[in-house]
């Protein structure tokens, strides 16, 4: 029986040909990618609808910077490249900030950007959405390719993924010209076109004499430490990392995304005696962490250096997959060379069984410090004030973690950044998603988006009301597809804080928001549950119920609007006029 309705018969003549379209989504499949983050338009509205239709999870947004960061955020959890589909110029430029940030964070994503008519734009002759989108993406990513003609599509789309994933992971830029879409060729010869990528990100075996340098370094040491960055996360060898760590017996540093490798409550985490343990430490161990300005690359006061650049009495070891990456700020003394399983591996294999663990003068020491701080930490904690503070209000989200310790959290802002980062205890790789390298604003719903569809485990998003504003507009996408993500914002009126003023006129000043402003209405207002909490109590229940019940919610936490600092911990990196008034 024929069905009235179904879609007209194609011909055998067509059912021979494929196109642009197709070959785009069968290359995607081929090699293994089944989500998509992204934002109709033309020339890309009909290739989302027959992507969904052959099986892709499409992820539509409000603005492709989100779905950018969606990707990148995917990138990071799966080590498979996210996908961000975005219309040509606009589209295109707004998504762009989210390939620069992947590639400066090492995230695997690309960029897939439809774009106008090539012999227009490139006489500059005035094309709907005009851009030379791929001389603009180059200079902010790893690679960027464009494909022409539909039997390269399988190429293109090879390039992208081993230009993203292979190596140093970062962002790809694909730029695929309208009419690429609709070109049709013989369907045989176009399933011929496509490659299945075999091994995109091959292991990097690292040199035996390098591995030997690097443990009689460690082994000589007296006062050792081992720094464990975002790209130790990214590796996904995390049961030979705590292996590691656990058989040396050295005290370790996560940087934020690096948090719960190990657990933060392990007893060789020494994140609460960070001040004490960077300027004593004598052989640090960098495991896929760069010395930038996230750990004053390497040098100055913070290293025990006597001046803000000088080089202290140190040795470093470094693993990464970058050879370029040693020496970029202080001298590498063993540089290991290699993907961070691969180099973890050999350390381990290295080692021997009777391993001698770190002088206990050195362990202790750091023990007593980090005990110190941690019960001054407990103190404070355990207060109540009123209006809540930061650390009331993030004592109930660092006890709701502890109780579901596979939530995802995100985490943006400044102050409420930093208090969530020292505050709130991970327990499991890969479950903290933060502002990086650049110390972005506005990851926030695009990381918690990708975070609930990639792993379909509950999000909890830390967001100061900042933060916030950068990204908001996706409430309506977490209720559109049902996430279960709860945004709680650490409400102070402002960036910062919300008490500054206008010395000179009746505008609010810079950093001043609208008070008392309902941010739990904008979720309401797409069907979520929003929440006004002024006491932990209130905040915590209202949490609870979010986790539990995995509705979309976004509770607005209201704190002291004095509570909080010009720019976080990071205040110094201000300058500061000369010019007295
Ligand atoms: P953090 O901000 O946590 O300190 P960074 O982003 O500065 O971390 O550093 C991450 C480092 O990890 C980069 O230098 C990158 O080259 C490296 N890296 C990423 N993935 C791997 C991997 N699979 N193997 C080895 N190194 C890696
Ligand atoms: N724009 C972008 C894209 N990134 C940035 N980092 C900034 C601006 C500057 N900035 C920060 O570095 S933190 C921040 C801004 C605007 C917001 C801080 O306010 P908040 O958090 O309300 O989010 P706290 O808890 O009140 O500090």
């Excluded at 190596?167 to 045989?188: C, S």
């Excluded at 890969?430 to 604003?441: A, F, S, Y």
């Excluded at 609930?452 to 509950?458: D, R």
């Excluded at 004095?562 to 500061?576: C, V």
């Amino acid at each position: 029986m024929q069905d009235a309705s179904a879609k007209p018969a194609t011909t055998a003549a067509e059912d021979k040909l494929t196109d642009g379209f197709h070959l785009l989504i069968d290359a995607l499949k081929l090699n293994g990618i089944d989500t998509i983050f992204g934002l109709p338009g033309i020339p890309i509205t009909d290739f989302t609808r027959m992507a969904q239709a052959d099986g892709i999870r499409v992820i539509c947004f409000r603005h492709e910077q989100n779905a950018g960061n969606a990707a990148a955020a995917a990138g990071f959890l799966s080590g498979k490249p996210g996908i961000c589909l975005t219309v040509s110029a606009p589209g295109f430029l707004n998504g762009l900030t989210a390939l620069a940030n992947a590639t400066t964070n090492c995230f695997p994503m690309i960029l897939i950007s439809g774009s106008s008519e090539r012999e227009i734009v490139d006489l500059q002759q005035g094309d709907y959405e005009e851009m030379d989108q791929l001389a603009i993406a180059k200079p902010l990513c790893k690679a960027a390719f464009r494909v022409l003609h539909a039997e390269d599509i399988g190429v293109g789309i090879a390039r992208a993924i081993r230009a993203a994933v292979s190596g140093r992971p970062g962002g790809v830029y694909l730029d695929l010209p309208a009419k690429l879409f609709a070109q049709t060729m013989e369907a045989e010869a176009g399933k011929r076109s496509l490659i299945k990528v075999v091994d995109p990100a091959p292991r990097q075996i690292p040199a035996p004499d390098s591995v030997q340098r690097a443990l009689a370094l460690l082994k000589g040491a007296k006062r050792p430490l081992i720094v464990l960055g975002k790209g130790a996360a990214y590796a996904q060898a995390d049961a030979d990392i705590r292996a590691f760590v656990e058989k040396s017996g050295i005290p370790y540093l996560p940087m934020s995304m690096a948090k719960g490798l190990l657990p933060d409550t392990h007893q060789q985490s020494a994140s609460a005696a960070r001040s004490y343990v960077l300027p004593e430490a004598d052989v640090v161990m960098l495991i896929g962490a760069r010395l930038n300005w996230l750990l004053s690359q390497g040098k100055g006061k913070t290293w025990g250096g006597k001046s803000p650049k000088e080089w202290a009495d140190k040795r470093f070891i470094q693993i990464d997959i970058s050879p370029t990456e040693a020496d970029s700020n202080v001298r590498i003394d063993a540089p290991v060379i290699g993907d961070i399983g691969s180099c973890v591996a050999a350390l381990l294999a290295g080692m021997g069984s009777n391993w001698a663990k770190p002088p206990s003068e050195w362990t202790s020491a750091v023990a007593e410090r980090k005990d110190k701080n941690i019960a001054k930490m407990a103190e404070t904690l355990a207060k109540n004030p009123s209006p809540m503070n930061f650390h009331s209000a993030l004592n109930v989200v660092r006890n709701a973690v502890k109780a579901h310790p596979d939530a995802i959290l995100v985490n943006e802002g400044a102050n409420a950044l930093d208090f969530t980062r020292s505050i709130v205890d991970m327990y499991q790789p890969r479950k903290r998603l933060d502002v990086g390298t650049w110390g972005i604003m506005g990851i926030g719903m695009g990381f918690s988006v990708a975070a609930a569809v990639t792993t379909g485990k509950p999000v909890i998003a830390v967001e100061g009301d900042s933060a916030f504003g950068f990204s908001g507009m996706e409430v309506e996408t977490i209720c559109r597809y049902k996430l279960p993500v709860c945004v709680i914002i650490l409400n102070n009126n402002g960036v910062y804080k919300g008490t500054d003023q206008n010395p000179a006129g009746d505008d609010m000043a810079p950093t001043q928001f609208v008070k008392d402003a309902r941010y739990e209405m904008m979720m309401q207002a797409f069907g979520g549950v929003g929440v006004r909490a002024t006491t932990p109590e209130q905040l915590a229940e209202a949490l609870d119920e979010a986790v539990a019940s995995g509705k979309p919610t976004l509770i607005n936490a209201i704190i002291d609007e004095s509570a909080g600092t010009e720019s976080g911990r990071i205040t110094s990196l201000n300058p500061s006029t000369a010019k007295k008034k």
